[in-house]
């Protein structure tokens, strides 16, 4: 216990964790900043997207106009204008229409891709892929039943959004970043410095050593994602309240569905966080092997890009997502496609499993080492 106090009193009181903290906080704030800065965009962006869409109808309509002229009694013609003439009255409407009306909207921009499923299904083309049109169709139909505003994904001020994207952040790219710079030389610095011969000579046994330095690191861990959280929360606050039902959209065998903003969240802080724990059994396990931190750092992010390349880039069978311990390196598409009956939990196992094996190795390493 005392050994595990003083590896964590080691890694709290630096001031590379001081730094990071002071970092994460600032880059918080400045992501919500951002944030209100672009709030303006958000309405730009959509007026341009409707814009788009109006400009697509008005020129099919002066197509089918022209052919026409040529051939009135032309059927086909004559029901597809009718049918992008709707369509394009409905863009009018959505083009006039303030943004903060959303229900309205959303109601008349569904009516809107009804007709446009209806119009490809005449023979018409139209620049709208009919998967993404159901997308769309299936998530106005969920924020209008569930009477929950849309926010806009990158953008967005309200809290639980604005969670979202901290954690998609943290997810994707900056939970390992992290881990590395904080412990990457949790070991490997004690051989540089021969600190750890010091250790040898004490009353402790040697695979102590490890178990303190890994859990002190998990717990840095968790708590640098405490103050992540906590300070996206206290800054999100200065947003729109939001709801934590929020949908947010997944694939799930093939079909469009739903879960929640909260399950989301904490199904992806899970994996990442299991991940994260495997990181650290697996770097204190090269340190071992190397005595070097910049040998053990570049090993451990080797194999970490070995791992998530070889499942990524390789279609393998489903059952090998049971075996993969590097697949949730970047969960977001994990989280987001469940498709085969593949879902988000199974690479747990096997990492778990994986990091128990790891620590016995590093600690029948370190046991039957010498001082140098």
Excluded: C
Excluded at 274 to 296: E, N, P, Q, R, W
Excluded at 308 to 323: D, H, Q, R
């Amino acid at each position: 216990m005392m050994q595990f106090a003083f590896e964590l009193k080691k890694i709290i009181f630096s001031k590379k964790l001081l730094y990071i903290y002071l970092l994460l906080i600032a880059g918080v704030a400045l992501l919500f900043v951002r944030n209100v800065t672009f709030q303006s965009y958000i309405e730009k962006e959509e007026t341009e997207r409707i814009g788009i869409l109006v400009q697509n109808s008005q020129n099919l309509n002066r197509m089918y106009s022209s052919t026409l002229e040529q051939d009135p009694e032309d059927k086909d013609t004559q029901k597809l204008k009718v049918i992008n003439s709707s369509m394009l009255e409905k863009l009018y409407d959505l083009r006039g229409m303030s943004i903060d009306k959303w229900k309205n909207r959303a109601t008349i921009e569904n009516a809107f891709l009804e007709q446009v499923l209806h119009f490809k299904e005449e023979g018409g083309a139209y620049d709208l892929p009919v998967g993404e049109i159901n997308k769309m169709l299936a998530e106005n139909e969920k924020h209008l039943a569930e009477n929950i505003k849309p926010r806009h994904a990158t953008y967005s001020m309200a809290l639980p959004n604005f969670l979202k994207l901290v954690v998609d952040l943290f997810m994707n790219f900056g939970a390992m970043i992290i881990l590395v710079i904080l412990i990457g030389e949790i070991l490997a610095s004690e051989f540089e410095t021969y600190s750890l011969n010091f250790l040898y000579t004490q009353p402790i046994k040697k695979g102590t050593i490890i178990t303190s330095k890994f859990f002190s690191s998990v717990l840095v861990y968790f708590l640098t994602l405490l103050v992540l959280l906590g300070a996206a929360a206290l800054v999100g606050l200065f947003g729109f309240k939001g709801k934590y039902k929020y949908p947010v959209m997944i694939e799930r065998n093939g079909e469009v569905d739903f879960i929640t903003i909260v399950q989301y969240m904490a199904q992806g802080l899970t994996v990442v966080s299991v991940t994260a724990i495997m990181v650290i059994a697996l770097l204190l396990v090269y340190s071992l092997l190397f005595k070097h931190t910049l040998s053990t750092v570049f090993a451990l992010l080797a194999t970490m890009l070995a791992g998530y390349g070889l499942f990524a880039f390789i279609k393998w069978p489903s059952f090998f997502y049971w075996l993969n311990p590097f697949q949730y390196l970047l969960p977001e598409e994990r989280l987001l496609v469940r498709n085969a009956g593949v879902d988000w939990y199974q690479g747990i196992p096997i990492i778990l499993l994986l990091t128990v094996i790891l620590l016995l190795i590093a600690r029948k390493k370190i046991e039957t080492s010498r001082i140098s």
